[in-house]
Nanobody, 126 residues
Framework: QVQLVESGGGLVQAGGSLRLSCAAT????????MAWFRQAPGKEREFVAA?????????YYTDSVKGRFIISRDNAKNTSYLQMYSLVPEDTAVYYC??????????????????WGQGTQVTVSS
């Protein structure tokens, strides 16, 4: 059974940084892409970043976080990370990590993901 557990959220001032972690269990971590989504109050869930399986050579970022967020993975630790810099109040949301059901899933396709963590709150104060 695939389980994803996020951690690292919190309250930070605008301009600050946070690193989110997503620990995965239940299958061979390196075989699958990983992604981060977020959902702000009253808004739809947004696809934030994704990283391809294995070495993670390919990465996707939504335009609003390009140059500020970095997605990475450590296959030895079965963990994906989202390093967030230069945070702004608009980044406030619950952040979810996700993984697809298939090794052949397109990592950059938000519809590919069907395993989800419970979410971690990120709040950026102005």
């Amino acid at each position: 059974q695939v389980q994803l557990v996020e951690s690292g959220g919190g309250l930070v001032q605008a301009g600050g940084s946070l690193r989110l972690s997503c620990a995965a269990t239940g299958r061979t971590f390196s075989f699958y892409a990983m992604a981060w989504f977020r959902q702000a109050p009253g808004k739809e869930r947004e696809f934030v970043a994704a990283i391809s399986r294995s070495t993670g050579a390919s990465r996707y970022y939504t335009d609003s976080v390009k140059g500020r967020f970095i997605i990475s993975r450590d296959n030895a630790k079965n963990t994906s990370y989202l390093q967030m810099y230069s945070l702004v109040p608009e980044d406030t949301a619950v952040y979810y990590c996700a993984s697809p059901p298939s090794r052949e899933s397109n990592y950059a396709d938000s519809a590919s993901y069907n395993y989800w963590g419970q979410g971690t709150q990120v709040t950026v104060s102005s």
